[in-house]
């Protein structure tokens, strides 16, 4: 599982793992090589089960345990999955998970718990969803016109992507269009393309700060 860390976040994707940081740094945490405040483990999507969860709970010297998944077409599905997973060393998981993201009281084994699904914990959607949020309004124009392209892609030319990539496709239209083209989402945020400290991206950035203690 690499070196121990007292900060674990679990992501399903490269693209969580390249990106967090950059948010987090835009936001006011330092994020230094070597010297990172969380280790950020990429999971692959629908890689964590129940005996993987487990196992990351004894890591030794674990203080605080996060995962990101994506709601894809149900919030209440994933979450129902990690109740599965936890609610045995977390007694005080509610039926659905907060807007705010969920963070447990420790546990008697003195680890923290927190789950953030995205986007926003409400809505169906994945990383992309959250970040078509952070487009700057003076970007609005260009990522309205993305949208048409993508649909008349979809619609007109018989483009393959699935209808629950629509947001994806989206972003990754808007960005192939940027000076220069195509940068990756990571770039997107550190370039400031997307805006990583407006209102939207504050609820995360709350979530994230108060279940790592930074």
Not at 13 to 26: H, Q, S, V
Not at 84 to 93: L, R, T
Not at 100 to 123: H, K
């Amino acid at each position: 599982m690499g070196r121990s860390h007292s900060n674990r976040l679990l992501v399903e994707g490269a693209k969580d793992r390249r990106l967090i940081p950059y948010l987090m740094e835009k936001n006011g945490v330092s994020w230094q090589k070597g010297d990172e405040p969380v280790s950020i483990q990429d999971l692959g999507q629908n890689a964590l089960t129940k005996v993987d969860a487990s196992a990351f709970l004894k890591e030794p010297g674990l203080h605080a345990l996060g995962i990101i998944l994506d709601a894809d077409q149900s919030v209440d599905t994933v979450w129902q999955r990690m109740r599965s997973w936890f609610s045995q060393e977390f007694s005080d998981m509610p039926a659905t998970i907060p807007s705010t993201g969920f963070i447990s009281a420790v546990n008697p084994y003195g680890i923290r718990l927190g789950a953030w699904i995205m986007p926003d914990n409400l809505s169906s959607g994945m990383l992309e969803t959250f970040l078509k949020y952070l487009v700057r309004s003076e970007h609005q124009p260009l990522w309205d016109y993305a949208k048409v392209a993508r649909d008349e892609a979809k619609s007109k030319h018989g483009a393959p992507f699935k209808s629950v990539h629509l947001d994806k496709a989206w972003m990754h239209t808007f960005l192939a269009w940027q000076d220069e083209p195509g940068p990756q989402l990571h770039e997107a945020v550190d370039h400031t393309i997307l805006d990583p400290t407006c209102p939207y991206s504050q609820p995360f950035v709350a979530w994230f700060r108060q279940l790592f203690g930074i």
